[in-house]
Structure formats: C-alpha cells, structure tokens
C-alpha cells in the first residue's frame, strides 16, 4: 500500500528514483473537475515529502496532457457562485505547493496542454512535448479571467507584449513554436518523448541531489514571490468573471455546440 492510493484522478509508477504522475481523465482529455482540482492542490506536497523518490515526471493519460476546465464544472460555479471560494483557495495551493517543490518537476507534455493545464505544465521546471501538441491559456475565450496563473507564468516565459497577445486571445500555439519563442524547452516526435523525458530525468535522479534541489529553490524565489504578490489579485478578478453574462453565455454555448454572442456583460 503506497501513500498516493488516494488519489482518484492520478496513476503512479516508479522507476528507481524517478515517480511518474499521470492524469487520468483520458476520457475527458483530462479536463479538471472538482476532484481532480482538489487533487492537484494536495499532490505537490505529498511529492515533496516522498520518501523514494527524487525526480517527478508529470503526464497525461491519452491523446492530452490537461484540457483544463471541465465545463459541467464550470456550470456548477455558475450555478453556485460559492464554490469558487473553494476552487480558489485550492487554485492557489496548487501553485504554491507546484513551486515551493524542491524535487525537480518534469513536464511530459503527451497532448494538448490548455487553460490550467498549460499553467500546470508551465510550474513544472522543464517542459518537453510532442511536437503534435498545443499550449494555450484561452480562459478569455469561455469568458473568465487567466487568474489562476497564467497571468503570472508567460510574462516570465516570453515577455509581456507577446504573453499580453496569447492571454488576451486565448490562441493556442503549436508545441515546436512555443519552443522557438522560449514558452517550453523543447518540442520532439511523439515516438521519442519518453526517451527525452526519462533520460533527463535519470540523469537529474543520478546527479548531486541537493545540489540539483536546491539551485531549483533558489531559481524560483522570484517566480515565487511574484505568484504570493499577483494570485490573490487574479483569483479574485477571475471570481468576479465567474458570474458574468458573457462566461454564463461561453459555457452554454460550449454546451449546445455554438459560437458565443458576447456582449461584454
């Protein structure tokens, strides 16, 4: 019996010292419903405390590594405004646990990482995708505020003007030229990413571990501080978005396969 039996969202496998996490919504391209969501909030601390592991490598089970949002979800905050209170407080635990981390945190980005799920990918210290993959943060595009942390990670990545253009459009963008512009490390054939992954990954597991962990904490105090100064701030707008007409309006649209009619309400 292994601590992260728990988890109902999550499969585990361990190689040596290097524990591969694996969304496991395949059905629903991994979108994140309440579970998962409140999952994902816990599982970086547990990491950390981890006992046989020492390098994390993080996937998706089938063709996406995160689609973000689950739309009955999001109906449901719709529904019942109050449970964004929850999904925030958990929204800022799983940044702040993703960077506060020591273990170094390896991106497998199989599929499509979109909305959280770019977010997530974007926390984690390294990023490799399949070449066929997109990130994107389109929050904008179901009508809600990027404030569970995109607003804070792509400024980082690619610099203000050209994050402004992606956050505020919602485009997605094709993993071999997020890699050109600096938003991940790398793009690779489907067929060679795990020997990519993993061979990063044993060399990390093999190398100096303090060493390793700790140049990764002290690489991420500024990411950290600015996550503690804006995550309040962008939760907070994204709550407000939450119960407006225009994401009322983008979730049913979704839902009934049309193109919304925004009205800026």
């Known amino acids: 019996m ?10 585990f496998k361990r190689d040596g010292r290097v524990l591969t996490v694996t969304l496991n919504l395949p059905e629903t391209l991994n979108a994140v419903n309440a579970k998962l969501h409140a999952e994902l909030s816990q599982i970086f601390t547990d990491l950390n ?12 089970a089938g063709r996406a590594f995160c689609a973000g949002g689950d739309v009955d979800w999001m109906q449901d905050a719709i529904d019942d405004p109050s449970r964004f209170e929850v999904t925030g407080f958990e929204a800022k635990r799983i940044i ?8 170094p945190l390896i991106c497998r980005m199989n599929g499509h990482a979109i909305g959280l799920g770019a ?16 990130i994107g943060d389109p929050h904008v595009s179901i009508g809600l505020v990027a404030g569970d942390g ?20 919602g485009d997605p963008i094709p993993a071999p030229e997020a890699a050109q512009m600096g938003l991940i490390n790398r793009a690779v054939p489907a067929d060679k990413l795990d020997e990519d992954v993993y061979a990063l990954a044993q060399r990390l597991a093999s190398g100096a571990r303090k060493a390793i962990r700790w140049t990764k904490v002290t690489t991420n105090i500024g990411l950290k501080q600015l996550a503690h100064s804006i995550m309040d701030t962008g939760v907070a707008y994204e709550s407000m978005s939450n119960v407006s007409k225009d994401h009322r ?3 049913a649209a979704f839902r009934e396969k049309r193109k919304p009619e925004f009205t800026g309400e």
């Open 119 to 134: 977010t997530i990918a974007l926390t984690c210290d390294v990023v490799i995708a399949a070449d066929t993959a997109k």
């Open 96 to 103: 702040f646990s993703q960077l506060d981390m020591e273990k």
């Open 150 to 169: 995109g607003a804070i990670l792509w400024p980082q990545m690619i610099g203000y003007l050209r994050a402004k253009e992606y956050l505020l459009t």
């Open 249 to 251: 309006e983008a979730v």
């Open 49 to 60: 405390d981890d006992p046989d592991s020492d390098v994390i490598v993080l996937t998706g």
């Open 2 to 11: 292994e601590w992260f039996d728990k988890y109902e969202t999550m499969t």
